[in-house]
């Protein structure tokens, strides 16, 4: 199993190109089914959620063939309705291709997801979006079994604005008759994205990034062409690492737009940030301040996936800094971790109280989940000697070179072949 090896305390300076969004290509790829023909996927990164979900589609019957980051899938003939269980624990997310499935198919079969490292992981919503839209749902002995005689238009209003639970009633909606509308949908980056690939497909589907999102369904869909968006939580990620080093970075390939709420909390911990519609450019000399409380919300507000790189930086900044998460339950288990490398966090239900001020040292950490990887690697790269991260697996999810990509902003990190204890 992998390391990363990183010696900390010395500068960034450099640039990096930030690769596709995952939480834009995987439900892209589950819409990739909806064409009757091939469709084109560009800048698809190469992260190990995009091979389960390929393992998926070619389950299904799809064709898939990549070049580098573009990805060809030929759903012409799909020859199955099921997700099996192996393939659904390969990867939380799968849900997403039940809409899509059913919509396609007019039946799906899969596990149910159950709970994940971030703590329970429901999808009530999902499912009663895809019964309002005319779907039988049936759970039994931990599997979902949905069948659809035929899907009529209707209006889905979410009790909260789930990312996941907008997605499967809009590929589920282009599949049933007339009009669907969902209110108080998810108006994330990923949402619009995921919205103008249906488009190229020939959905008819608008209203994205608002909370209100209507679909004409019932017309059948050709392949499409779609060059997915750049990651915003790896672009916050290498942000929040140049915070913590100090230096300067650039990056490029991702919407600046997407990042107000990050960048807004990093300036005012005291970095310089210079946006245009090409790059952000990051100047941070340490010691960085303390902010006024960061509350993860749902986008346009501060996102629940950069809560804990961020929380990273600010552990040596000077006063203290709030963090309110207010999305997932379990989402502080890179704080035990930060506070062996010298950090003092205290954490009571929502709430992690960071004291800043403190000089981290290195240390050997392993990480529980995606984001808290990407945490312990920032502190890491701010803190003085040498450090070792574990549980890699988890970074490989949603970073496709996380070791490469810092060293190109100057960053001292190997990754290396090591047993994990
Ligand atoms: C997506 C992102 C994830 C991000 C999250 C919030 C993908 C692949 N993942 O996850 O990186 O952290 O959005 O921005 O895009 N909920 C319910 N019932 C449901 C569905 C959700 O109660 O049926 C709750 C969840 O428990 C959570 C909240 O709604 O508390 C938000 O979850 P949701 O927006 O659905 O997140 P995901 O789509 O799973």
Known sequence: MSALLIEGGKRLHGAVKVHGAKNSVLPILAAAILGRGESVIHNCPALSDVTASVAILEHLGCRVRTEGDTLWVDASQLVRSDVPDALMREMRSSVIFLGAVLARTGEAEMSFPGGCELGPRPIDLHLAALRRLGAEVAE????????????????????????????????????????????????????????????????????????????????????????????????????????????????????????????????????????????????????????????????????????????????????????????????????????????DIRVEGRVAVVCGGKKLHGAAVKAADLRGAAALVVAALGARGRSTVTGLAHADRGYQDLAGDLRALGAEITRTEERET
């Not at 050709?222 to 080093?245: F, M, P, Q």
Request: charged letters at 20%.
């Open 140 to 343: 039994r002995a931990g599997a979902l079994c949905c069948t659809a005689v035929g899907l009529t238009g209707c209006d889905i209003v979410l009790s909260l604005p789930s990312v996941g639970a907008t997605e499967n009633a809009m590929l589920a909606a282009t599949g049933a008759e007339g009009v669907t509308t969902i209110t108080n949908a998810a108006r994330e980056p990923e949402i619009v994205d995921l919205q103008n690939f249906l488009r190229s497909m020939g959905a008819r589907v608008r209203g994205a990034g608002s909370s209100v999102i209507t679909v004409e369904g019932g017309r059948p869909l050709h392949g499409g062409e779609h060059t997915v968006i750049g990651d915003r939580i790896v672009a916050a990620t290498y942000l929040s690492a140049a915070a913590a080093a100090g230096g300067e970075a650039e990056l490029t390939g991702v919407d600046y737009r997407h990042l107000s709420t990050v960048t807004a909390v990093l300036s005012e911990a005291g970095c310089a940030i210079r946006s245009t519609p090409e790059r952000i450019c990051i100047r941070a000399d340490r010691p960085l301040r303390g902010v006024r409380p960061v509350r993860t919300a749902p986008y346009p507000g501060f996102p629940t996936d950069a809560q804990a790189p961020v929380m990273a930086a600010l552990c040596t900044a000077e006063g203290t800094s709030v963090f309110v998460e207010n999305i997932f339950e379990s989402r502080y288990r890179h704080v035990d971790e930060l506070c062996r490398m010298g950090a």
